[in-house]
């Protein structure tokens, strides 16, 4: 059964960093492209950024360009999601998911608020 | 970026009866290519993350019930419910990705009425 498990939301200050992590099972991993998707509080969903499957190839959001940095662990089947100089637009439950652009396997979610 | 447009906001339909959603995107998304509409319909229920039901606009996902249909070309398309069900209820949601970023409608909330 494909599992994708995020972890590392938080409430945090503007201008502050986090660092989101989504663990993977199931799957081999390292053949798939994984994305982020963001839920806002309004309900709308942004795709944020996605990566291939040996890590050389991302793309992004241009709202979180040069803020947000994707990566990924082959070894540990981990995604993570690096965000910097947070903003209170940024605040979203973020899902892990499997997938460059269908979305076939979501995680349950980790929730972002971006407060002062 | 390629805006999806979703009509209506919500819909209430009797247990039994269709359910139709449309979708509308600002520019095609259309590959004559391969033939193919890179046009997708999630379903997302309350507390859970969305789900994947069609892709390529008509193709039903594994497990998907057949009741869910989807249908449409180049801007416009429409996900049915052939006969709605209580577990139908739930936000709906067209996503394209025909070109980046991929964008998703704004949601259609389908209930019992």
């Known amino acids: 059964e494909v599992q994708l498990v995020e972890s590392g939301g938080d409430l945090v200050q503007p201008g502050g960093s986090l660092r989101l992590s989504c663990a993977a099972s199931?799957?081999?991993?390292?053949?798939?492209?994984m994305s982020w998707v963001r839920q806002f509080p309004g309900k709308g969903l942004e795709w944020v950024a996605n990566i291939g499957q040996d890590g050389s190839e991302k793309d992004y959001v241009d709202s979180v360009k040069g803020r947000f940095t994707i990566s990924r662990d082959n070894a540990k089947n981990s995604l993570y999601l690096q965000m910097n100089s947070l903003r209170a637009e940024d605040t979203a439950v973020y899902y892990c998911?499997?997938?460059?652009?269908?979305?076939?396997?979501w995680g349950q979610g980790t929730l972002v608020t971006v407060s002062s | 970026d390629i805006v999806m447009t979703q009509s209506p906001d919500s819909r209430s339909v009797s247990l039994g009866e269709r359910a139709t959603i449309n979708c509308k995107s600002s520019q095609s998304v259309f590959y004559s290519s391969n033939n193919k509409n890179y046009l997708a319909w999630y379903q997302q229920k309350p507390g859970q993350p969305p789900k994947l039901l069609i892709y390529w606009a008509s193709t039903r996902e594994s497990g998907v019930p057949d009741r869910f249909s989807g249908s449409g070309s180049g801007t416009d398309f429409t996900l049915t419910i052939s006969s709605l069900q209580a577990e139908d209820v739930a936000v709906y949601y067209c996503q394209q990705s025909y070109s980046t970023p991929a964008t998703f409608g704004q949601g259609t909330k389908v209930e019992i009425k």
């Open positions: 199931g799957f081999t991993f390292s053949s798939f492209w």
């Open positions: 998911a499997r997938g460059r652009w269908n979305y076939v396997s």
